[in-house]
């Protein structure tokens, strides 16, 4: 059974770089088959889908966070990675690693809150 | 991209039926017919429960189901059971390889 593990720092300073890593087991890591998602959530917005990265393609973002975003992959350590820059308190929320199909997401992380302080 | 309108809440007695509606535009559940809802449970990850407007993963029971009509897609759940009371979100494909999530509605089974 697939399963996925977010982890990082629970807690990032305003203005700086929060970073997150997603730990795919259970099956072979083939970037070639899957997409990767991030998407997190917060009370006041509910679920936000970030950004993918789709093997061969590159990256894809919301538009509200391209300038500030970049997944990377690395597949010899089934994981792939979130970096969001120059951080405020709208970022605080949860973050959810995914495995995407094309269309949507089929396999989810537990999550991992991330509280920005001032 | 805006998010897909939800109603914030829902609710049924066990064995009636409920159905959520998900209100977007003709950029995205107008334009693809990639509509997908997920059910999460308090403290819990969302976990898909519908995709491409009515299809069912497996394991997730027949009471569930799915459709659209122009720019708005429905989650109906039949046979309400306990089990169901969760927050239920939709999400569509967008323009431009994007995504967007509903705003999200509550069931509760009364």
């Known amino acids: 059974q697939l399963q996925l593990q977010a982890s990082g720092p629970g807690l990032v300073k305003a203005s700086e770089t929060l970073s997150l890593i997603c730990t795919v087991s259970g099956e072979s890591f083939n970037g070639r088959t899957y997409y990767w998602a991030w998407i997190r959530q917060s009370p006041g917005r509910g679920l936000e889908w970030i950004g993918s990265f789709y093997s061969g393609r590159g990256s894809y973002f919301t538009s509200s966070l391209e300038s500030r975003a970049t997944i990377s992959v690395d597949a010899s350590k089934n994981q792939f990675s979130l970096k969001l820059d120059a951080v405020s308190a709208a970022d605080t929320a949860v973050y959810y690693c995914?495995?995407?199909?094309?269309?949507?997401?089929?396999?989810w992380g537990q999550g991992t809150l991330v509280t920005v302080s001032s | 991209q805006s998010a897909l309108t939800q109603p914030p809440s829902a609710s049924g007695s066990p064995g009636q039926s409920v159905t959520i509606s998900c209100t977007g535009s003709?950029?995205?559940?107008?334009?693809?017919?990639?509509v997908s809802w997920y059910q999460q449970h308090p403290g819990k990850a969302p976990k898909i429960v519908i995709f491409?407007?009515?299809k069912r993963p497996l394991g997730v029971p027949n009471r569930f189901t799915g459709s659209k009509s122009g720019n708005t897609a429905s989650l109906t759940i039949s046979g309400l059971q306990t089990d169901d009371e969760a927050d239920y979100y939709c999400?569509?494909?967008?323009?431009?390889?994007?995504?967007?999530f509903g705003t999200g509605t509550k069931v509760t089974v009364l």
């Open positions: 995914a495995r995407q199909r094309r269309t949507d997401f089929d396999f």
């Open positions: 999400s569509s494909s967008a323009d431009s390889n994007n995504f967007v």
């Open positions: 003709s950029s995205d559940i107008g334009a693809y017919n990639f």
């Open positions: 491409e407007v009515h």
